[in-house]
């Protein structure tokens, strides 16, 4: 029986050992995949479903060097129309830049502006095929921020559909993005990497647990 016991233990060390390496590439690999993606200031806008009311929320900052400005000043303000949203205050000069690549659009698209009920920040806004909207003299790599609520609607009488969009511009140092994201209550699923970190440990536990629970009495 001691013979028995004996080994157990040495190949629960050996184990240990083993999960102790795991843990440690399972990390590294982690540490590797968040230095390949390019660091980016990105702009992401997040809309949700608060009680009655559709509120959006903006923040970050853009990198314009990898964008082309088309020129010129006009006032935009907070608004949706299945290709185009705009986050912020209701009226302010706003410029517009071009060269982003992306999705066509994020619902229905029509002639209907959906004009937000109150809104306050900076406007920041995208046109899905074709730009973004930024502040008038906005200067690359300041921060923005704004917020707009639409009163007594919902997601789908806005047409908006549930889902994360992303449009890119510029590469190296210049790369940059404007991140959508309309949460329809689905939760994300985690990443492939971050379950594999999150199972190594959970594994290890068990098997300690297991272990401890398996000793004779004394």
């Known amino acids: 029986m001691w013979t028995e ?3 157990r233990d040495r190949k629960v060390v050996l184990f240990r050992h083993f999960m102790a390496t795991v ?3 399972a990390s590294a690999f982690g540490g590797l995949l968040c230095m390949a993606t390019p660091a980016r200031a990105e702009f992401v806008v997040t809309v949700s479903q608060d009680g009655a009311n559709i509120v959006a929320t903006g923040s970050g900052s853009i990198n314009t060097a990898g964008l082309t400005d088309v020129g010129g000043a006009f006032d935009g303000g ?3 129309d299945g290709d185009r949203f705009i986050v912020g205050g209701l009226e302010a000069a706003v410029q517009f830049w071009t060269s982003i690549s992306g999705p066509a659009n994020f619902g229905p698209t029509g002639d209907t502006w959906n004009s937000a009920s109150s809104g306050s920040g900076d406007v920041v806004g995208v046109i899905a095929d074709s730009g973004i909207y930024l502040p008038d003299s906005y200067v690359s790599g300041s ?3 704004g917020t707009s609520t639409w009163d007594n609607t919902t997601l789908s009488a806005l047409n908006l559909t549930p889902g994360t969009y992303d449009w890119t511009w510029g590469s190296g140092d210049t790369a940059d993005g404007y991140e959508l994201v309309v949460n329809g209550g689905q939760q994300s699923v985690p990443e492939s990497s971050s379950l594999l970190l ?3 440990p959970l594994a290890a ?3 300690m647990r297991r272990r401890r629970e398996s000793r004779p009495a004394v």
């Open 143 to 145: 921060a923005l921020s």
């Open 5 to 7: 016991w004996k080994d």
């Open 23 to 25: 843990v440690v590439g």
């Open 198 to 200: 999150l199972a190594v």
């Open 205 to 207: 536990a068990a098997v």
């Open 78 to 80: 907070a608004s949706y």
